[in-house]
């Protein structure tokens, strides 16, 4: 291997490592690898900056704000409302939910289609009895699902046809892709139908025996002079609330644990409860307990103050800081009154508590906080507790008439998928749908970013050899296996990428070595790309492998364990029916 090939591989192993233990975000990890090699000699300029010059980052961001008209305008509320209207009696099975949901996701960003359903799809959980946890991962599996069967179902596509096009050949049609996706959505989809009910755990809300169990964490201090002061944890009615559980009793530093029910409060008691979402909201209501988060609440708590859930994304700034650390009210407007983790007992002062990657946030806030911060990477998913349901507005059937036309237009070629989908985003701010800066707010600039830059590392893999070493290695290992184990090395090296890093930087990295290939043993180029865009949608095995899967982390009240069951049989489902369909089509 040349100098050049060394060097490309120290540089990629080490963005890796910074991605995988979540050191750096990875428009940052990305951004940081492919400069490496531009002062490293390995590229040039021209090549280090060439995604920047390709119609995918341009497309992608025309899309998003697309997609964010379809968000604001709750386009899609009457098709949900439709799919999970009870018959006959009895509640909507999964699949009249999640087909749907797949065939939107065919079209749309993933990411606002579940931003849009979950909070509905919860509430709709509660109502019929249904467990949240049986129901989310599916959701965002579907829309996964969904997206691989057109050009414009996710971003990986597009970075993949803009790929194609700097190797000299045409873009994708809308549609080309469904020569394998539309194979995998249809198996994907019926492992998860079939699956989901038996692998998936049902945590309807936490046992109030059971300090560990699902639910947030809160604290509230007992207010001196208060009614509950000199009284007894059973005599103030703590000891058995309905869904909420006292863990513990932090008294002039010493903490209390487990509480008796004759123990007696005193003034300044902290109490730390453990309780779902709609009860801990109540236990700001409760004569003697003031939140321990009184300053900050005071600063919000207005006549028009409301309570938002927020799910915290890897790439948020939140991320493994604390809320003292960020100034959380200062720079939110909000005040965080309670944290959930899923699986356990978030412990400690919720200033001083370390934010992780998929927890839930429950904040008071203003009425304005979700549309300030719904299209920000900070939140992952931002969702108002309690209010009437969303409805559909006045500017939903125009918004559905304008993604209508792009598909046509891109279908019958009449336009460029770039051109139409450039047409549609100016169309629906022509037409006051959006408003200039809820479309810039719309794009989700560090996936903008990502793409951009995942094109440097593409062309260093390709001009210092890199890529052709690996496919060689790929094809000799596999040697046994004739064509068919070159296509398996292929995809399971997509998988386990997309895993590690962003799908984008993914299908970068591994298109040079697919072409090669595909060189080596006689695959179509044009297939197995088609299969390389397919390959690195496939996130089935983390929670932070895909946003839409750290989106209903903390709404499902998973644990990092819950998505290799159905994951984990789903993936092998997907690679399988990739290298069937690829087999049997070459």
Not at 129 to 140: D, E, F, R, T
Not at 441 to 455: E, R, Y
Request: charge should be neutral; glycine fraction near 10%; include cysteine.
């Amino acid at each position: 291997m040349s100098g050049d090939a060394w060097v490309t591989l120290a540089v990629l192993v080490a963005m890796f490592v910074v991605l995988a233990t979540d050191r750096l975000t990875p428009v940052v990890a990305v951004t940081a690898a492919t400069i490496s090699l531009l002062l490293l000699g390995v590229i040039d300029a021209a090549e280090a900056f060439s995604g920047f010059s390709n119609p995918a980052p341009v497309t992608v961001a025309a899309l998003y704000v697309v997609a964010g008209a379809v968000d604001k305008t709750q386009a899609l509320q009457p098709l949900l409302a439709f799919v999970l209207r009870p018959r006959a009696g009895r509640p909507a099975p999964a699949s009249r939910l999640l087909i749907p949901a797949a065939a939107a996701s065919a079209f749309l960003a993933n990411t606002p289609i579940v931003a849009m359903l979950v909070p509905s799809v919860t509430s709709w959980c509660r109502r019929v009895g249904q467990a949240p946890s049986k129901v989310l991962i599916p959701l965002s599996y579907a829309t996964i699902l969904g997206g691989v069967m057109t050009a414009i179902g996710t971003s990986t596509n597009l970075v993949v046809s803009g790929l194609v096009t700097e190797a000299g050949g045409e873009p994708f049609e809308i549609f080309e892709l469904a020569r394998v996706g539309l194979p995998v959505a249809l198996v994907g989809l019926t492992v998860v139908l079939v699956l989901a009910p038996r692998v998936l755990p049902d945590r309807r809300g936490p046992d109030p025996s059971d300090p560990e169990t699902r639910g947030y964490t809160v604290s509230m201090v007992v207010v001196p002079d208060g009614p509950l002061v000199g009284g007894t944890v059973e005599e103030g009615g703590l000891r058995h609330l309905q869904g909420v559980f006292l863990v513990e009793i932090e008294r002039y530093g010493r903490v209390i644990a487990p509480v008796a029910p004759d123990l007696v409060l005193v003034g300044n008691d902290r109490l730390t409860f453990v309780g779902n979402v709609d009860l801990v909201v109540d236990l700001q209501q409760t004569r003697g307990l003031r939140s321990a988060e009184a300053p900050h609440v005071a600063f919000v708590d207005t006549p028009r103050h409301t309570f938002v859930e927020a799910v915290v994304g890897s790439a948020s700034p939140l991320a493994g800081r604390t809320l003292r650390e960020i100034d959380f009210r200062a720079r939110y407007q909000a005040a965080v009154l309670a944290i959930h983790r899923s699986g356990q007992r978030v412990p400690g002062k919720l200033g001083t508590v370390r934010v992780r990657p998929g927890d839930t946030l429950l904040l008071l806030a203003d009425e304005g906080f979700a549309g300030r911060w719904r299209h920000h990477e900070d939140f992952l998913l931002v969702a108002r507790r309690g209010g009437p349901s969303p409805t559909a507005t006045r500017y939903a059937p125009v918004t559905l008439a304008v993604v209508g036309l792009l598909v046509l237009l891109t279908a019958l070629g009449v336009m460029s998928l770039l051109n139409a989908a450039l047409l549609a985003a100016l169309a629906l701010v022509a037409i006051g749908v959006l408003r200039p800066s809820e479309a810039r707010d719309s794009v989700n600039l560090d996936v903008i970013l990502v793409i951009g830059a995942a094109f440097g590392l593409g062309a260093a893999v390709q001009t210092s050899g890199l890529a052709e070493q690996i496919g060689d290695s790929i094809v000799t290992a596999t040697d046994g296996f004739g064509d068919v184990g070159a296509l398996v090395g292929l995809v399971l090296m997509v998988v386990v990428f997309t895993e590690l890093i962003t799908n984008a930087a993914a299908v970068v990295i591994a298109f040079p070595i697919a072409m090669n290939i595909a060189d080596d043993v006689g695959y179509d180029p044009r297939l197995l790309a088609i299969a390389l865009a397919v390959a690195g949608s496939a996130s089935f095995l983390t929670p932070v492998g895909y946003q839409t899967n750290t989106m209903v982390y903390g709404p499902g009240g998973y644990r990092f364990t819950d998505y290799l069951r159905l994951g984990a049989p789903l993936s092998f489902a997907v690679m399988t029916t990739i290298i069937v369909t690829v087999v049997v089509q070459s």
